[in-house]
């Protein structure tokens, strides 16, 4: 990890106007069509695509443990069990990502990752049909993750 990418806990807090509702959640029918696997695969992907990106250096070296713990996230916000949230306590997924310092460049860094990830829906049996409704939960809610204003 690299240290600009940490938030220093005096540093400004940037706090985006639209808030944390800004973003439909995505349909519940994405895990019944995918499964816990297809999900973890897809986040194992994502991760490695994060590895190779500008803000690789923002992410743990071990790209693929990591993708399991925000997989467990994801199986649980696309319609599968709650383990994240029985494992970890409540998401507060603001509050999570605070320690790390993430602009709007940052953020579109990371929607351009899963967006790559997602120009292959067959590999993980990603449901077309709920894609454009994903994407656009993925855009909204990431935008509740900046925390810092662009320099
Ligand atoms: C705005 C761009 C974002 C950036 C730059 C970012 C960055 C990070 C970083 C650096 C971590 C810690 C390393 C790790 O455990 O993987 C993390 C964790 C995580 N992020 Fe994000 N993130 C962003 C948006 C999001 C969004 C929109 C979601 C959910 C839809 C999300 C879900 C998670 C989850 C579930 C974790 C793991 C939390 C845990 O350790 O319990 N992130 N993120």
Not at 7 to 23: E, N, Q
Not at 76 to 102: E, K, N, S
Request: aromatic share 14%; hydrophobic share 40%.
């Amino acid at each position: 990890m690299t240290e600009k990418f940490f938030r220093k806990a005096d540093s400004p807090l940037h706090v985006p106007d639209s808030g944390p509702g800004g973003a439909e959640p995505p349909s519940r029918e994405i895990y019944a069509a995918m499964g816990e696997e297809n999900i973890k695969a897809m986040l194992r992907d994502f991760y490695l695509q994060l590895g190779e990106s500008a803000i690789a250096g923002m992410f743990p070296r071990e790209l693929v443990r990591a993708s399991e713990r925000s997989a467990l996230f994801f199986i649980g916000l696309l319609g599968g069990p709650p383990v994240y949230m029985q494992t970890y306590g409540p998401p507060r997924m603001r509050a999570r990502h605070l320690p790390f310092r993430i602009t709007d460049a940052h953020r579109r860094e990371w929607l351009a990752c899963f967006y790559r990830v997602l120009e292959q829906p067959e590999r993980y049996q990603f449901p077309v049909e709920h894609l454009e409704g994903f994407k656009k939960f993925l855009e909204g809610f990431s935008g509740w993750m900046v925390n810092t204003a662009e320099d």
